[in-house]
């Protein structure tokens, strides 16, 4: 015995459920690495700067040896040692992850661009505006630093979010 009867679902009705269990899916996949990586991103660490341009060259790159970190980064050239210790550092901040190929080993980035930009941006407005956007919004307004156009495509992209959720 089947669940329901075939006939009562037109071919159209059946694409719509799958769409949907794969919409279903798909969030439920976000909420295990959300929950999986919350703790990681709680308390992500700060960068250097030196570290924070190793990572774009990962960004950009994707799977490196050192010395090819080294061959994208401005003169002077770092001596090896250095930023292969700067390298083992960002892994044990959980930034970056290997693979070893013989000796030597490969490394690639954890973190995306994107994740260390916005947990960066919540340590910032966390750290030194209590954790209001609001206040950045104002400080910006009181700076002259954003104008009456940009505010009203936020109040816009903000309306639009709220009718997407309500949807």
């Known amino acids: 015995m089947y669940l329901f009867e075939y006939e009562q679902f037109s071919s159209y009705n059946i694409i719509q459920l799958i769409f949907l269990v794969i919409k279903l899916l798909n969030i ?7 929950v999986i990586f919350a703790e990681r991103f709680k308390y992500m660490k700060h960068l ?11 960004w950009e790159k994707g799977s490196l040896f050192v ?33 070893q190929f013989g000796n030597t080993y490969r490394y690639f980035a954890i973190i ?26 104002s400080m910006f307004v009181e700076e002259h630093e954003i104008t009456t156009d940009e505010i ?4 816009r992209q903000v309306e639009s979010r709220k009718n997407t959720q309500n949807e």
């Open 67 to 99: 010395k090819e970190v080294i061959d994208m980064l401005a003169e002077p050239k770092p001596h090896y040692n250095t930023i292969s210790t700067i390298v083992r550092g960002l892994e044990e901040k959980g930034f970056i992850g290997h693979e």
């Open 152 to 155: 009203k495509e936020l109040i």
């Open 28 to 34: 439920v996949a976000k909420l295990i690495l959300l």
């Open 112 to 137: 995306s661009r994107e994740e260390f930009s916005k947990n960066s941006i919540k340590n910032l407005v966390g750290k030194y505006f209590n954790t209001s956007y609001a206040s950045v919004v």
């Open 48 to 58: 250097t700067n030196r570290e924070e341009e190793i990572m774009e060259a990962f």
